[in-house]
């Protein structure tokens, strides 16, 4: 039987290697420090985060060739309980080389290869027999998965009575949509999307939530404002957090951060309010780390106490 409340699920991780450089010149060989290895993908850092709170999760997630079996070791390196569903096609790697002589960061992401429509039910199974209280899905589909594979996860979570929080975007959202979820987190960008606008001004937002709510799309909608905070928003509720103004050097993760707090939040049973200051609190000090670290927990902590007490 499954112990874990929370659930991550990853059909796309990534084993995300790290570096610098000093300047960035065509032709020449660019001399790089030693690079810095990293279990990435939404699900996963989600895990991440939750960890850093001092909760626990289950990660699901897909693993192939010797870069899985990379990535699985750096799971279990963070200590984050973990089923991987062993596929074909090698676990894609993505690439983040910062530049020190002025300080911009560059990111490569890589396609993975393509998963089977027997290796997507393999994952839907492992999903459908877990049962968690929450169920996490995060991140982009890999190549191969159909777009409604998110929707099928929705479905999983209503037979288990699961709470699902799905953070992706595009088609594969708009279809969660259809099915229902209990919390979405969209930036502001992806909100206009699947509303179908160009682009949304703040005060247009807790319309643009209230009618994807009113649809039956999702309970909570959280859209996240980058350096401005996020607002919250369900049927009846309306609230917004500022974020906390703090010395940025990489923005990677603070979107998986702010999903790992909120769930994380959800599950020690806090209000919205104080679920919403911790998706701010952890999605800010995100921020505050280098690459593909996420954030630590003391961090974490003084910036949702500033919140609270502000
Ligand atoms: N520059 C910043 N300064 C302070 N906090 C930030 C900054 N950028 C992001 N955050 C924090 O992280 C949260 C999530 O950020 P954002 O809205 O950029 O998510 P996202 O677009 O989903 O990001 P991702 O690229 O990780 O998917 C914000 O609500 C905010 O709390
Ligand atoms: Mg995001």
New binding site residues.
Partial sequence: MNTYDIITLTVNPALDKSTHFKGLVAEQKIRCSEPRFDAGGGGINVSKAISRLGGSSLAVFTSGGPLGKMLEELVAKESIAYQAVPVQSWTRESFVAVDDNTNSQYRFGFTGGEITDEEELTVLEAIANLKPKFLVGSGSLSEGISSDFYQKVAEIAKKSNSKLIVDTSGEALEKVLQTGAFLIKP?VGELAKLIGVERLEMEEVNDAAKQIIAKGGAEIIVV????Q??VLVTKDNYEFVP??N?A?RS??????S?VGGMVWALSQNKSLKEVIRWG?AC??A??MNEGTQLFKGSDAQRLFDWLTNK
């Fill in positions: 930036n996240s404002l980058g350096p905070g996020a974020a906390p703090v940025k923005t990677v993760g603070a979107g998986d702010m701010v999605g800010s995100a921020t």
